[in-house]
């Protein structure tokens, strides 16, 4: 596979939040942004709960909001069975894309060998790999990072990943132990596009849109870039990168306002009561904070009402 075919369409990918980027955020930021053709967003991990796919993550998937952009449906498992379990309903959602995540860093999942603590569980890769082979028509994607504690345990799981039939791989270079925080370990990325014989998809640490100009710059055989906590800190980062022309923070604020407002009457016609709907539009400020002066957010997080609430959102505008 000659690698340099994918740099005529750089791809731009959505990452999954847990928490963050279910169905309502993903199809309001799609309607404001502009993203419904430039952008693949992928759904938070859908897993198995009691032998079954957790409803909700079905629930997700299968809104109706979920029509106005290109959705894939994240997947978590920690063996064959689960992944199977998993893919076929998402089959039966109407889908033929799946993106495996093992990448998730945080303890509770690597613990069970889900997420980042696949990249420890060889035998049991190689089992979804036999999996994934069962299903010919389906569009197989990995997220993984370079290891659980190690820097090179990648390494020794290429072959696996080279023999599954993936559309691409999404390297997030840190390990599972460094969570979110120290340096992006980028040394590792030059070789894992060489080793890795599928097209590589870029994450972490993407703030700007210069951030993204330098990965493709530092790696121009990278197929495309994956942003998560970047892009809900600046929802107009693909827009700005693909028009070439950054917005002043005005700018950004009133899209991010137009973005939450969407957000939140959307919440409150579907949730009863103020506490659900402050308990799932309030969490959306550590990241939309980023926008706007910490002195305007404070009273924001502070609100106990949904009537203190917007009083404190009205005077952000």
């Known amino acids: 596979m000659n690698k340099n075919n994918h740099q005529i369409d750089f791809k731009l990918m959505a990452a999954p939040l847990q928490g963050f980027t279910e169905a309502p955020f993903r199809h309001f930021h799609a309607m404001i942004y502009g993203s419904e053709k430039t952008i693949s967003y992928y759904s938070p991990f859908m897993r198995v709960e009691k032998g079954e796919t957790r409803r909700r993550d079905l629930r997700d998937i299968s809104s109706p909001l979920n029509t106005n952009h290109m959705l894939v449906p994240q997947v978590i498992a920690a063996q064959a069975n689960e992944f199977r379990v998993l893919v076929n309903s998402v089959l039966e959602a109407g889908y033929s894309s799946v993106d495996l995540n093992a990448g998730c860093p945080f303890s509770p999942q690597v613990h069970r060998g889900r997420g980042a603590g696949l990249l420890g569980a060889e035998r049991a890769l190689e ?16 997220k993984m990072r370079l290891g659980v504690s190690e820097q090179n345990e990648w390494m020794t ?4 990943i080279n023999r599954m039939p993936l559309t691409h791989v999404t390297l997030h270079p840190r390990t599972a132990i460094q969570q979110y925080s120290g340096e992006l370990q980028l040394d590792h990325v030059d070789e894992f596009v060489n080793e890795v014989q599928h097209p590589v998809i870029f994450n972490g640490e993407l703030h700007t849109p210069a951030d993204i100009e330098n990965v493709r710059r530092r790696f121009p055989l990278v197929a495309g870039v994956m942003a998560g906590r970047g892009l809900l ?7 700005e990168y693909l028009t070439g022309c950054e917005w002043d923070e005005a700018k950004q604020r009133i899209h991010v306002l137009k973005l939450h407002n969407a957000i939140l009457n959307h919440l409150a016609t579907t949730l009863c009561g103020d506490h659900q709907v402050l308990s799932k539009i309030k969490p959306m400020w550590e990241y939309f904070a980023a926008t706007f002066p910490r002195k305007s957010v404070k009273p ?17 505008s």
């Open 127 to 142: 089992e979804i790999a036999d999996a994934m082979g069962q299903y010919p028509g389906v569009n197989f994607s990995l």
């Open 157 to 160: 799981l290429a072959p696996v």
């Open 300 to 316: 924001v997080l502070k609100s106990r009402t949904l009537t203190a609430y917007l009083s404190a959102v009205a005077q952000m």
């Open 233 to 239: 800190m600046r929802p107009s980062l693909f827009v």
